[in-house]
């Protein structure tokens, strides 16, 4: 959001959007640092340490919002209106037979961001150690696998993914940042608490959010319980 409002009046969408979209992701992987390291390091409980850091999240949004992003002379606690450079390209653009849909290109960077994490996870050496973490980390430690980085490792592209997913998120879905929405909104107070909602959901995986943005949010609670059963870094 800080990215969008900084640039969308200077730069064109072809390099705006892109930024909002690193911006997200840098700062989740940023964000979920912190609660890697305390599990790794400490032995705090990453779902505890989560769970605070969405409501410490939450009140950072509030207090950067009404100190800093309302426009002046405003009462109503949300952002400007972000320019048109802001507003993410709808899939109807390109592909005509799809009507006047509010589906976006949102839709495609969420299934590549899928398909990267499935082989990274699935088809790689780094992924089954991943697995062998989450199934049995004292196996793992004796195979040679360092505990501590894999978790951090982890816990930082998870972050990175649910930065990601919270600025792709559309507007009718999950509340995340508005920065590379659909509609070009703003950024409101209310979405502060939304996207705490939305990081407890992605504590169990990120990639499920992802997947609710390309099909249904239950399915994706679905698909998350499955996942974090079989690679959880718990």
């Given at each position: 959001?800080?990215?969008?409002?900084?640039?969308?009046?200077?730069?064109?969408?072809?390099?705006?959007?892109?930024?909002?979209?690193?911006?997200?992701?840098?700062?989740?992987?940023?964000?979920?640092?912190?609660?890697?390291?305390?599990?790794?390091k400490?032995?705090?409980?990453?779902?505890?340490?989560?769970?605070?850091?969405?409501?410490?999240?939450?009140?950072?949004m509030?207090?950067?919002?009404v100190?800093?992003?309302?426009?002046?002379?405003?009462?109503n606690?949300?952002s400007?209106?972000?320019?048109?450079?802001?507003?993410?390209?709808?899939?109807?653009?390109?592909?005509?037979?799809?009507?006047?849909?509010?589906?976006?290109?949102?839709?495609?960077?969420a299934?590549?961001?899928l398909?990267?994490?499935?082989?990274?996870?699935?088809?790689?050496?780094?992924g089954?150690?991943?697995?062998?973490t989450?199934?049995?980390?004292?196996?793992?430690?004796?195979?040679?696998?360092?505990?501590?980085?894999?978790?951090?490792?982890?816990?930082?592209?998870?972050?990175?993914?649910?930065?990601?997913?919270?600025?792709?998120v559309?507007?009718?879905?999950?509340?995340?940042?508005?920065?590379?929405?659909?509609?070009?909104?703003?950024?409101?107070?209310?979405?502060?608490?939304?996207?705490?909602?939305?990081?407890?959901?992605?504590?169990?995986d990120p990639?499920?959010?992802?997947?609710?943005?390309?099909?249904?949010?239950?399915?994706?609670?679905?698909?998350?319980?499955?996942?974090?059963?079989?690679?959880?870094?718990?």
């Amino acid at each position: 959001t800080l990215a969008m409002l900084a640039f969308d009046a200077t730069l064109s969408p072809w390099l705006l959007i892109p930024l909002a979209i690193v911006a997200s992701a840098v700062f989740g992987a940023a964000w979920a640092f912190l609660p890697g390291y305390l599990q790794a390091k400490r032995g705090s409980h990453v779902v505890v340490t989560t769970i605070m850091f969405n409501f410490i999240a939450a009140s950072l949004m509030n207090f950067i919002i009404v100190k800093y992003l309302i426009p002046e002379g405003q009462q109503n606690p949300a952002s400007r209106v972000f320019s048109a450079a802001g507003e993410m390209p709808r899939l109807g653009e390109w592909f005509p037979v799809l009507g006047d849909t509010p589906l976006n290109v949102s839709f495609i960077i969420a299934i590549i961001a899928l398909a990267i994490y499935g082989v990274m996870v699935w088809r790689s050496s780094w992924g089954y150690q991943l697995r062998a973490t989450g199934l049995n980390h004292h196996a793992a430690h004796y195979a040679g696998v360092s505990i501590s980085r894999m978790i951090i490792v982890a816990m930082l592209i998870s972050g990175a993914l649910a930065g990601l997913g919270a600025g792709e998120v559309e507007r009718q879905r999950l509340a995340g940042f508005p920065a590379v929405r659909g509609g070009g909104g703003v950024d409101r107070q209310d979405d502060a608490e939304e996207a705490a909602v939305a990081g407890f959901r992605l504590d169990l995986d990120p990639s499920a959010v992802h997947l609710g943005e390309a099909l249904d949010d239950r399915q994706a609670e679905a698909g998350a319980a499955h996942v974090a059963r079989a690679a959880a870094v718990h």
